[in-house]
């Protein structure tokens, strides 16, 4: 199995984790579950493009408000091209996908995630040969070269993603409103201190859905800019040269926090028996104030809520400070294509196509993020207007997988949280089975 222990490769990834956040502000300043599809709009003949070819492409369900519209799109331009599109939960397809690659079964086109996070991360498929690579292409010679190491694998990119996103907390207006909260909090004592007051009033502050995996991590995600990160800049360089570890450093704070948050009270009943789709009713329908999320996962929220105005956006006040408040901002999952697909050649094709600017910015304004080519700073979108300043001007910090050295480590990380609400653990026995993951090959 490949490992970032590799020289090349670990010296792609801190190019990639060194110069992600100046990428991001590069970007705003630039230029000025399971559902089905099919993109056969009922032409019969290839107008001039070639035979009929059929692609299959797997996506996450957040996704498909972005995928339906470019699928058309492409429709359009590639008459004889059929694109049979399916949807499912993130987790779902971490599996299933990676069990496909494996007997030689995967899709044409797939979701991937940047950097080296997880099983389905473009950096633990790359040099196992089961994704294209696709570093001719132009639109690669646009993006970012902080980035850009996060789309691939010694110095070869192998998956388009659309952009970058914050994560941060999206909130119910009404909610505030209602028990007298005038404006957001900027702090960590105000966010405690509103918290209590949203308590008081019978509303959830915070609705988390740990029962769907990959948001365990969200909140010690938006918390570990500010402390663990604050207290070392350098942390994620620093622990994979072996100098600092999840015990030995600042990582503590981030589940003391996370943890104080649930002894007050401060979640919905039994977390870990809720729901990512379930966090959405609950904010949408007022019973709770907030939800910590990407903001690309904002459609369904939006679609949850009785009035879509009712929905706002702000940062996670995880510091002691405003001024010293960072935030987490990483690049959005893509697709790859199946280095063994029947029609590779078409597979790439499409992928060219999405990287069009015009294409781009249709993704990224469907799924909230800033698209990695042709962003436009005075198109940005209303609900993600409160991250352009910290996006702007170097305060974010990557998403901490992006930045870990094996595959491991996530999943490690999504059953300690789990099991650290459940009181099967503490912050201590959690810190050291990270680290046991962490230095995995």
């Not at 230029?31 to 993109?39: A, E, F, L, P, R």
């Not at 005038?182 to 209590?196: C, F, G, H, I, N």
């Not at 977390?271 to 904010?283: C, W």
């Amino acid at each position: 199995m490949f490992s970032w222990s590799t020289h090349a490769g670990a010296r792609a990834r801190r190019v990639g984790a060194a110069f992600l956040v100046a990428a991001i502000a590069a970007l705003l300043a630039a230029c000025g579950s399971g559902t089905q599809d099919k993109s056969d709009n009922g032409s019969s003949n290839g107008g001039g493009g070639g035979p009929k070819v059929t692609l299959t492409l797997k996506s996450i369900t957040d996704a498909k408000v972005a995928w339906e519209p470019l699928i058309a799109a492409y429709k359009r331009v590639a008459p004889n091209v059929t694109i049979d599109a399916s949807y499912a939960p993130t987790d779902q397809l971490q599996t299933a996908l990676r069990a496909q690659l494996g007997t030689g079964n995967a899709p044409d086109l797939f979701v991937d995630w940047p950097g080296n996070g997880s099983a389905m991360s473009v950096q633990q498929l790359a040099p196992s040969g089961l994704i294209a690579d696709i570093s001719d292409q132009g639109w690669t010679k646009q993006v970012p070269d902080g980035v850009k190491p996060l789309l691939g694998a010694n110095g070869k990119t192998y998956m388009w993603s659309p952009g970058a996103t914050p994560i941060g907390i999206i909130y119910n207006k009404q909610v505030f409103k209602q028990v007298g909260i005038a404006e957001e909090p900027k702090t960590w004592s105000e966010l405690l201190a509103d918290a209590q007051k949203i308590k008081a009033a019978g509303k959830i502050p915070f609705a988390v859905g740990n029962q769907t995996p990959w948001v365990t991590q969200l909140l010690p995600y938006a918390i570990a800019p500010s402390t663990a990160f604050a207290v070392d800049p350098n942390l994620a360089q620093d622990m994979l040269d072996g100098e600092k570890s999840f015990t030995n450093s600042d990582w503590h704070t981030v589940y003391d926090r996370y943890i104080e948050l649930y002894k007050r009270g401060l979640f919905n009943k039994s977390p870990n028996g809720t729901t990512y789709e379930q966090t959405q009713q609950l904010l949408g329908s007022g019973k709770a104030a907030m939800v910590v999320q990407v903001i690309a996962a904002m459609p369904p929220f939006l679609s949850a809520a009785k009035n879509k105005d009712d929905i706002g956006t702000f940062p996670f006040p995880a510091a002691d400070s405003a001024d010293a408040l960072k935030i987490p901002a990483g690049v959005d999952a893509g697709i790859a294509a199946s280095a063994k697909g029947k029609h590779l050649a078409e597979a790439k094709k499409f992928i060219e196509w999405l990287g069009r600017p015009e294409n781009m910015a249709s993704f990224s304004k469907a799924t909230y993020s800033i698209p990695l080519v042709g962003a436009d700073p005075a198109k940005t979108d209303p609900l993600l207007k409160p991250f352009a300043p910290f996006m702007a001007s170097n305060k974010t910090v990557p998403f901490m997988d992006q930045q870990w050295p094996n595959a491991k480590v996530q999943p490690a990380h999504f059953a300690g949280v789990q099991d650290l609400v459940a009181g099967k653990t503490d912050v201590g026995a959690l810190l050291k089975k990270l680290d046991e993951a962490y230095q995995q090959k």
